[in-house]
């Protein structure tokens, strides 16, 4: 038996066509009887850096029991033109975080995997203190298990005061050393409570992995980087999972 937090995590990689772009990650969420694939906006659409892919494949298991039997399930970006994944915004400005529906007819009927729910959101950020210890499920440049196509998990600390929007941001800092390709990751914690208590899935789902925080004053000849993430509030989903709310319409 391997911890189901593992089976949450979605490898995705990107596509222009046949040719392949990039390499990220990204997890399943569940509402209401609709499955999610949730990961960094930056990987569906990436302006500044001219990253333009019209589907994505994520890697997933086939067979329950046997991790090493997968396939690439295969999501198209746009429909006539538009957009089909979901993304937000606040006062702050844009959200880097986006969601794409999986249609669960499509999927094989003997799909293994997880999801996390509204239930595993944290909503008490009295109980997540600064210094707070949390992992960061990803694939780092692409790196896994890849016989049995599972992430990696790195230790983290949550490294602002979470609740608080950093620097007015929709984001919370997060101390960990990160790659290129974690983009899109879960950062949770472990549920508290009792073992037998916390349900199969005994986590916290606190926020979704961006991108390594930097300083453009920085020296980099006598100065280490900062080794600070940002992390987007996950409680983002449940705005962009609503049914009020239509798919981003980009050409």
């Known amino acids: 038996m391997i911890d189901p937090l593992l ?5 995705i990689g990107t596509f222009y066509g046949k040719q392949p772009l990039t390499n990220a990650s990204g997890f399943f969420f569940e ?4 499955l999610w694939v949730v990961t960094s906006r930056h990987v569906f659409v990436d302006e ?12 997933i298991h086939t067979q329950a029991g046997d991790l ?3 396939t690439g399930f295969g999501m198209p970006l746009y429909a006539q033109g538009k957009s089909l994944w979901r993304q937000g915004k606040d006062d702050g400005g844009e959200i880097d975080v986006a969601m794409l529906e999986i249609d669960r007819h499509a999927l094989p009927a003997t799909v293994d995997l997880r999801a996390f729910t509204p ?7 009295d109980k997540v203190p600064a210094g707070q210890a949390i992992l960061i499920l990803g694939f780092p440049l692409g790196f896994h298990d890849t016989l ?4 990696v998990v790195r230790q983290a600390v949550v490294a602002s005061a979470y609740g608080l929007r950093f620097q007015g941001q929709g984001y919370f800092l997060t101390d960990a050393r990160t790659h290129r390709g974690t983009s899109g990751a879960a950062v949770v914690m472990q ?3 009792p073992a037998d208590q916390r349900g199969e899935l005994p986590w916290k789902l606190l926020g979704v992995h961006s991108a390594r925080m930097d300083l453009s004053s920085r020296d980099r000849a006598q100065d280490e980087s900062l080794g600070l993430n940002l992390a987007w509030y996950a409680d983002i989903l449940m705005t962009l999972s609503s049914d009020r709310l239509l798919p981003a319409a980009k050409a």
């Open 7 to 11: 089976l949450t995590a979605a490898r």
């Open 31 to 34: 509402r209401e009887g609709r």
């Open 48 to 59: 500044p850096g001219k990253h333009h892919p019209d589907r994505i494949e994520l890697e």
């Open 68 to 70: 090493a039997k997968s």
């Open 119 to 125: 239930e595993h959101l944290q909503r008490d950020t």
């Open 148 to 151: 049995h196509h599972l992430p």
């Open 191 to 193: 549920a508290p409570g």
